[in-house]
């Protein structure tokens, strides 16, 4: 029997390295996959706590949680594309056009 | 306690994957240990007794969403992460400080006592399986959800295409189109304006040529069908 601490705590330590990544790095894929890994942690969360309280509604709404980052990811990637076409680069630092 | 033991192995695991997502330069690599992070969690929801949604897990996140990724990834042909200069390190150091924060705040939480809440009943749910039983909860419950997921694949499937898509005029990244003429047949119309006075099957002139791609004129055209006016009248 596993105890509520330990996924709970893993999901913490996921979602920090998520944040970690998007503060950190410069490149948009990467910190695009840092936005799934804090998907994933919340993921991890509801399971957690799916398993905690014996409902099947945490399972349930991280199934809808995956539809959603599919979605997310093919959108996503097609702006990453089309920013590469526009300035032969994916690192964020070169989008300041907000800039005055 | 095997379980336990199981779920720190795939804990294990997916912490330093995570930690190399994020710390890796090359972006292959990264998505490369993305996709073994995603598989140890399919894992560790395995022994939380979600099995559906880990096998969701592997076939979507590490089957379809990766795919995507390695795919732009290879597409973009991206080089290494060179990053440098005064701006990008504040920017850097202030990342690092917020995730300290934040790990520290954790290691504040777990130092003190927190309530756990009920103790889960030792019987998982149900006894005919976790994907029935997520089935029936989504298609009774959560039906409408559910149908509205479908709409937002949909939405999204065509906003990716329509973004993607080059736009008119601009021919970036396309070849550009050469029309293909050498096995069109030239209509009557064309042949009598045609610049050298055209007749099927001589060739141009070398200066009609001239600065042009070789194959757009490539001078064999197709004798002349019965739709032309001269098959017909020979006939």
Request: aromatic fraction near 8%; include cysteine.
């Amino acid at each position: 029997m596993i105890p509520l601490s330990w996924p709970l705590l893993l999901s913490a330590a996921l979602f920090t390295t998520g944040i970690v990544g998007v503060l950190v790095r410069r490149n948009a894929i990467v910190i695009f996959m840092s936005v799934e890994l804090m998907l994933n942690a919340g993921n991890l969360a509801f399971v957690a706590f799916a398993r905690q309280m014996n409902s099947l509604d945490g399972q349930v709404f991280v199934f809808f949680v995956m539809t959603v980052a599919a979605a997310e990811v093919a959108v996503g990637l097609a702006i990453i594309v089309n920013m590469f076409r526009l300035r032969e680069s994916v690192f964020v630092d070169e989008f300041n056009l907000l800039k005055g | 306690m095997i379980a336990q033991a199981i779920f720190a192995a795939f804990a294990g695991v997916l912490v330093v994957s995570g930690l190399l997502v994020v710390l890796h330069k090359n972006p292959v690599t990264s998505a490369l240990f993305l996709i073994a992070a995603f598989c140890s969690l399919a894992g560790i929801y395995l022994t939380l007794h979600a099995e559906f949604l880990g096998l969701v897990q592997v076939i979507v996140y590490a089957g379809a969403i990766m795919v995507l990724f390695v795919f732009v990834i290879m597409y973009l042909n991206l080089k290494n992460d060179v990053e440098s200069g005064v701006q990008t390190a504040v920017r850097r150091g202030m990342g690092w400080i917020l995730g300290g924060v934040l790990v520290a705040e954790a290691v504040l939480f777990v130092s003190r006592r927190w309530s756990i809440g009920p103790p889960a009943p030792p019987e998982a749910l149900g006894a005919a399986g976790n994907t029935q039983a997520v089935g029936q909860v989504l298609y009774s419950r959560f039906l409408f959800p559910f149908e509205i997921t479908s709409m937002v694949l949909l939405v999204a499937m065509v906003g990716a295409i329509m973004i993607s898509k080059p736009r008119r005029g601009d021919t970036a990244g396309t070849p550009t189109q050469v029309p293909h003429r050498a096995n069109v047949t030239p209509t009557p119309a064309e042949l009598a304006t045609a610049p050298h006075g055209g007749v099927a099957g001589s060739p141009p002139p070398p200066h009609a040529v001239e600065g042009r791609p070789r194959e757009l004129y490539i001078p064999e055209f197709d004798p002349p069908d019965e739709r032309s006016p001269n098959a017909e009248g020979s006939r």
